[in-house]
């Protein structure tokens, strides 16, 4: 097991965003996090990264228990982040903001193989003639890609994608889910929050189903799918996601 | 002992009052538009100018010379937000510091040309209340009681008048406002402007405390930030607030060490609460 | 290292080396004291270049590293008779710790609220200083001829400072290149970007924070004894001005942050200015506000400083314009 959450519970004053939420992630797995939209989603990405800390609960990640340690902590261990709002280092190149992941995650490169990973990783997703641009001249969909090459530069054991897909098109999304399978492919286990629901469905190996902060199924995209529960709380009619299969 | 220590404790409150004046004209706007307006001490000293010519060249009672250095001080405010804070108001933190310090430098530069830095004062004595073994001078009594005047004042203005309520909107989600309709930049020039005019206000009435010079408005600028933060940037009662445990630290401490040593406990109280709670004391806890 | 070969390196520490080596052979007092004041200039703008430029944390109060380190080293020469090598590098050690441990604290503040405790903080080293009697209290401390007399007199040693300020400024242009172009660097730029992403991405920003702190705060220590040693003497209200901390970051905005010559031209332009306005018959008595309307005037419409207009502007110029 790659990634253990057990029994994390995180409040915000008065609003419980998560309660209980259990789930085990094996390496090389591609996980699924799906939901309605404040569902805690985002909010558990944070828990697992350091970013917020829980009232209750672990997360392990590789055996450590990583509940407490600060978000620069647990990227070094290899764990590595592409947000759903996109936060590109606007003023430095694209290469440089690609280095920032390289020399400051697993694998802590020097400047000059950093930058020969940055690119590596850029070409990867598509934008190595962009290199030396100001990251913040790029448009949405660049900046997206972006920010999953600096996830990648860092070399990570697992990667969390939140929502990559948002605001791409047909053609732009199915590239991305080809790189998602590469990530896999290359030995990277996946844990991915995304709306698209035929591209989720479609690429993940079990789904996790989160509502008001608790998790109220798991298991593979078909058996999720026909849960009377998750179709009530999210996906609305049930013949959508028996054709949204079929696809 | 007991009763000097009594005197220097209320004089200090009493002061403390007016202190609370001043330091709610910077944490309105601070609350308002994330701006910390460096001019805030200049602006102070230019009340005190203010009252001060209207006084002895007008013969005009200083109390009464608040009303125009207030609205002298209003204008001051809508001029200084179209000319230094407007262009920077969604620039990073820095711009806004160093664009309103550069106003800070410029009023000092002119006014010490015009007014050279020799001590000015207000000579009008209304003698003291002597309350059991206490000797109060009523210059500070009005002066508190002028200051919750204003403090009632502004909050009326900010919960029961149309423009009140708008800032209130605007401090809240600028673009929330806008899309409501209200006029964002009028409002915001218009709160840089009741901030100005607090601390001109404030001015005035300290210059009928003590004598002063165009410098002056700076101790009482660096005071201004350390009640902020005692009381919650943003929080024009917390102000008032912070500057009545300003005023007491001050009657307080030269009881028990020499005077030279306030200084140093005001800012050191000022970098620990901003380390230790920086939403002050009435503000909310931060994550 | 390639960078060596990188004209970015070189003519910044170039500028500075020709400039003292002019006013060495001349050797002529008055072309020294101006010499001085500009490479003081340069290198307290340098050094608080290193901090607001490279992690954007912007540190209104940043003098007081000058006149904590002015008031240790001075205190050294003058009353237990070091030599002024030892001494100045014992009060930039101590600005650097002070740094280090203030800043833990402080450093955690963002934005607005860092800027506000950098005041308070100067604030109060001024106001403990004033009530701190080994360091003469209100009063300060005046120079103990004999320290002179270690150089061969006041004039020598006047001449010595002034070598020693010239080595630190070409130093402190050699950190702030070095520092730009490493890995540390890169996460300080990061940091200054967005703070919260950095972190994600695995840079320590607590720890690098710090020690950029305590960087930026030695060398305004060193400077501040030479300055004081070549006074001869010093009080609370010259160690700590407000004023010259603003003047600080005036010069590192007019000239460009997060450059290396950015800091120098912005300082010599500024100096030049002020010199300029305080000669000038109609300037004079509106000095003040003279710079305050130019500090104003960039603010409002050249922000990125006369060198970042330029880098920006003719980009081929960004590989020599360092």
Redesign the interface.
């Known amino acids: 097991m790659i990634l253990q959450v057990q029994e994390v519970s995180k409040r ?1 004053g008065g609003l419980q965003a998560l309660t209980d939420v259990n789930f085990d992630l094996a390496e090389r797995e591609i996980l699924g996090l799906i939901g309605p939209n404040g569902a805690g989603k985002t909010t558990l990405f944070n828990v697992i ?1 350091g ?1 917020y800390t829980p009232e209750q609960g672990r997360v392990l990640f590789r055996g450590e228990d990583i509940t407490r340690l ?3 902590e647990v ?2 261990r290899g764990l ?2 592409a ?1 759903q709002v996109v ?6 190149s694209v290469r ?1 903001n690609v ?3 390289a ?3 697993r694998e802590h490169h ?2 000059r193989p ?1 930058a020969r990973l940055a690119d590596e990783s850029l070409d990867r997703v598509g934008l190595a003639d962009r290199a030396d641009q100001p990251a913040g001249s790029l448009n949405v969909a660049q900046k997206k890609r972006l920010e999953m090459a ?1 996830a990648l530069a ?1 070399r990570p054991y697992l990667i969390l994608l939140d929502e990559v897909l948002a605001g791409l098109n047909p053609s732009e999304i199915a590239a991305m889910m080809d790189t998602v399978r590469s990530i896999r492919e290359d030995g990277t286990t996946i844990l991915m929050i995304e709306h698209v629901m035929q591209a989720i469905m479609s690429v993940s190996d079990r789904i996790l189903v989160l509502d008001y902060g608790t998790l109220i199924a798991t298991g593979p995209p078909e058996e999720v799918a026909n849960n009377p529960q998750v179709i009530e709380a999210y996906l609305g009619d049930p013949n959508l996601t028996a054709r949204l299969l079929a696809e | 002992m007991l009763d000097q220590l009594v005197a220097s404790l209320t004089d200090g409150i009493l002061l403390g009052f007016v202190y609370g004046v001043a330091a709610m004209g910077l944490t309105l706007i601070w609350g308002v538009m994330e701006v910390i307006n460096l001019a805030h001490g200049p602006v102070i000293a230019l009340g005190m100018f203010g009252t001060y010519l209207l006084f002895t060249h007008l013969g005009l009672n200083p109390y009464l010379a608040l009303i125009p250095v207030a609205g002298m001080g209003l204008l001051l405010g809508l001029v200084i937000y179209v000319i230094a804070v407007q262009r920077v108001i969604n620039a990073p933190p820095l711009s806004s510091l160093l664009s309103t310090f550069a106003v800070n430098m410029i009023i000092i530069g002119v006014c010490t040309a015009i007014f050279s830095t020799s001590p000015q004062n207000i000579n009008y004595s209304l003698g003291s209340l002597s309350v059991a073994f206490l000797n109060i001078n009523y210059s500070r009594l009005i002066g508190a009681l002028g200051a919750i005047l204003v403090t009632a004042g502004l909050y009326s203005f900010l919960y029961f008048t149309r423009p009140g309520k708008a800032i209130r909107a605007v401090a809240n989600n600028r673009a929330a406002a806008e899309l409501m309709g209200i006029p964002s930049g009028q409002m915001l020039a218009l709160t840089f402007g009741l901030g100005t005019m607090l601390a001109a206000v404030a001015g005035g009435l300290i210059a009928t405390f003590f004598p002063f010079t165009i410098l002056s408005g700076s101790p009482y600028e660096l005071k201004s930030f350390v009640i902020c933060v005692l009381g919650g940037l943003g929080n024009p009662l917390g102000a008032l607030l912070g500057g009545l445990i300003l005023g007491f630290l001050e009657g307080l401490i030269p009881a028990f060490l020499p005077v030279s040593w306030v200084p140093v406990l005001e800012f050191g109280l000022f970098v620990l609460v901003l380390l230790v709670r920086p939403t002050g004391l009435l503000g909310e806890p931060s994550k | 290292m390639n960078f060596w070969r990188r004209p970015g390196f070189w003519i910044p520490l170039a500028i500075v080396a020709v400039w003292g080596g002019v006013v060495l052979l001349v050797h002529q007092d008055l072309m020294r004291e101006t010499a001085f004041i500009l490479l003081m200039a340069v290198a307290l703008a340098s050094s608080l270049n290193i901090l607001l430029g490279y992690t954007g944390y912007v540190s209104f109060g940043h003098i007081v590293f000058f006149g904590l380190g002015g008031y240790t080293g001075f205190y050294l020469l003058s009353v237990q008779g070091w030599s002024l090598i030892p001494a100045a590098l014992c009060g930039g050690l101590l600005a650097a710790v002070v740094a280090g441990l203030v800043g833990a604290a402080v450093l955690r503040l963002r934005g607005a609220y860092f800027a506000l405790a950098t005041i308070g903080i100067n604030e109060a080293a001024r106001a403990f200083v004033s009530n701190f009697g080994p360091f003469g209290g209100p009063i300060g401390l005046s120079i103990n001829f004999s320290a002179y007399q270690k150089y061969g007199g006041a004039g020598d040693a006047l001449w010595y400072t002034f070598i020693f300020l010239w080595i630190i400024t070409m130093v402190i242009l050699l950190v702030s290149y070095l520092v730009k172009n490493s890995r540390f660097g890169l996460g300080l730029m990061a940091i200054r970007e967005d703070e919260d992403a950095a972190m994600v991405m695995g840079v320590k920003a607590p720890r690098a924070k710090n020690i950029t702190f305590m960087i930026s705060a030695f060398f305004p220590g060193v400077i501040g004894t030479l300055y004081f040693f070549k006074n001869g003497n010093l009080e609370p209200g010259d160690a700590f001005q407000l004023n010259m901390s603003i003047e600080m970051l005036v010069m590192v905005m007019l000239g460009g942050i997060g450059t290396i010559l950015g800091p120098m031209a912005g300082a010599v332009g500024y100096q030049w200015l002020r010199g300029y306005l305080l000669t000038s018959p109609i300037f004079k008595n509106l000095q003040l506000a003279f710079a305050g309307a130019i500090l104003l005037l960039i603010i409002l419409f050249v922000p990125a400083g006369a060198i970042g207009w330029v880098r920006h502007r003719f980009r081929r110029l960004q590989r020599v314009l360092e």
């Open positions: 915000f990264n970013v600060p978000s620069y990227a070094r590595a982040r947000h936060r590109p280092l606007a003023d430095l440089e280095m920032v992941g020399c400051f995650g020097g400047l950093a600096r860092a």
